[in-house]
């Protein structure tokens, strides 16, 4: 009992007094020689003409809090004029636990939040007889509990961590989404989150073929809406996986990775310290302990549940196969079917196909992530006009605290209706850079618009030239019952 004692004592003291000598032992003064280290300083000056690359702005007087590292462009300068909370990060300093990287990082991950808001299911069937779920965010106070198909507000699909883990972070983006006229739905993967695993095979890292069918039934729902996608963690890997397949049919205006993890496979491999993975690794076979004996016929469940690592669980479940009716278990995976399982799922494998605007929001001490320099592909945002990267001094993974989060976010024009909402300031930056995108293209084609009429191509056919062009993305509608949990059986006769 002494030794428990103890060792209580001794987090506490950890807990106080790190965030301090941290602060006093000059980290803040190290900024802007982390900054160039990563080759991403820049004079103080800042001009219209200067690199787009990379834009820092003060926080206080002393370091600079964020870079915003693209490609040179006419919505890279757009974005540097018109977000103003790209500018605007002031982190937690001095004797605070908000000033410690993993300290904020637990507390965004596990620390549970009352929020106001509920959510509607919609069990989508897929065409193999699968299920995933949609979560869409209502008020708990609205008397109707589904939107209108008709309804043009936009669509914001979030997609949690790839091990289902619904945090606070998530569910502070629906409330605060919510609030600004947004209408958010949570995805959730096979077997996560309560969703039934009605067959035989569970969704790999990054196979986006249940993701692709999830879109396109939220835009036969929302027709008129745009359609938005933030991810969370490791689920960018799943949202840069998609984006990259899809291309230009994506069905997306613009994507927002809160913390994301690029370099996949190393991650697995060796990307994170052995406690994490342990505790990262228990949650994921707590998650599939109940589908045991079904997942039994397919492969090896006792090397899925005595592994302790990451890629050990990963390994097991997508590398390791048994033949239906045998008795013995196949050949363990080795090292060549491991590498052939992230050609087919590394999330940059197609990034070049990319062809909407992407913003990944980065802390330089995550904990998760690990160290900045080897695990964000700097060269990807300074080379690909369609990725932005924010990088903050501090941060940790998904975390973000600020020195005041209840100041009233004045960026994005609030319509909110719920009462003593807390902002984010990463949900500030999802916000404003989704609306600046959207009144970015809007402006781009009205210009075009204009330009075709002064040419004398537009004119009074202006109007009449899309009146009779349809998209068509499904042969056959969707039928569903009015139960909030109804089955949406889709059948594979869709075109692409």
């Known amino acids: 009992m002494l030794e428990w004692l103890v060792a209580f004592c001794f987090v506490i003291l950890v807990v106080l007094i790190w965030p301090g000598t941290k602060y006093l032992f000059g980290t803040e003064y190290q900024a802007d020689a982390t900054l160039q280290r990563l080759g991403m300083s820049q004079p103080a000056p800042r001009h219209e003409t200067e690199d787009a690359r990379s834009v820092c702005a003060e926080a ?3 370091t600079r809090a964020v870079a915003l590292v693209c490609k040179p462009s006419a919505l890279a300068k757009y974005l540097q004029k018109h977000c103003r909370t790209f500018s ?6 001095g004797w605070t636990w908000r000033a410690s990287a993993c300290l904020q990082t637990v507390y965004e991950a596990c620390w549970p939040y009352e929020s106001p808001i509920q959510f509607v299911r919609d069990n989508l069937q897929l065409s193999d007889d699968g299920l995933v779920a949609l979560d869409w965010a209502v008020a708990s106070y609205h008397r109707r509990r589904r939107t209108s198909s008709h309804s043009t507000s936009p669509v914001l699909l979030i997609i949690p961590n790839s091990f289902g883990k619904i945090t ?17 739905v949570v995805f959730n993967r096979r077997s996560h989150n309560g969703t039934p695993l009605s067959t035989l095979k569970l969704q790999q890292f990054g196979d986006p073929s249940d993701l692709r069918e999830a879109v396109r039934y939220i835009r036969y729902r929302q ?53 994490l993975q342990w505790v990262l690794a228990l949650y994921q076979k707590i998650s599939l302990s109940r589908y045991r004996t079904a997942l039994g016929e397919i492969m090896q469940t006792d090397a899925v549940f005595s592994s302790c690592s990451l890629r050990g669980v990963e390994e097991a479940l997508f590398c390791q196969s048994r033949p239906a009716g045998s008795i013995t278990a196949a050949p363990s995976g080795t090292s060549v079917v491991w ?3 992230w050609e087919r799922n590394e999330p940059l494998r197609d990034v070049d196909e990319v062809a909407i605007p992407v913003l990944s929001l980065c802390a330089k001490d995550d904990p998760v992530r690990g160290d900045a320099q080897s695990t964000i592909p700097l060269e990807l945002f300074e080379t690909n006009p369609h990725f932005f990267l924010l990088l903050t001094d501090r941060g940790g993974h998904c975390g973000f605290a600020t020195q005041s989060e209840r100041r009233a976010f004045s ?14 300031w990463s949900h ?19 210009a075009k618009q204009l330009a075709a009429r002064r040419r004398g191509l537009g004119g ?6 899309f009146r009779n062009r349809s998209v068509s993305t499904c042969k056959r509608v969707p039928t569903c019952s009015h139960n909030i949990h109804a089955i949406y059986n889709w059948q594979r006769s869709y075109t692409r």
């Open 428 to 446: 500030k930056v999802v916000l404003e850079f989704f609306r600046a995108n959207t009144d970015f293209f809007n402006a781009e084609e009205r």
């Open 60 to 62: 206080g007087e002393k």
């Open 88 to 93: 605007n990060y002031c982190p937690c300093v």
């Open 460 to 465: 009074g056919a202006g109007g009449r030239a």
């Open 168 to 184: 606070r972070n998530v569910l502070k983006l629906c409330e605060t989404a919510l609030s600004h006229g947004y209408l958010p």
């Open 223 to 275: 027709p008129a809406g745009r359609l938005y996608a933030v991810s969370e963690s490791s689920g960018s890997g799943l949202l840069l996986s998609y984006l990259g397949e899809c291309g230009s049919s994506s069905y997306m205006t613009a994507a927002v990775c809160l913390s994301p993890v690029f370099r996949c496979q190393s991650w697995f491999e060796s990307g994170l310290c052995q406690p």
């Open 411 to 424: 960026a994005v024009p609030s319509n909110s209706t719920l009462e003593g909402s807390n902002i984010n």
């Open 339 to 341: 590498d052939a399982y």
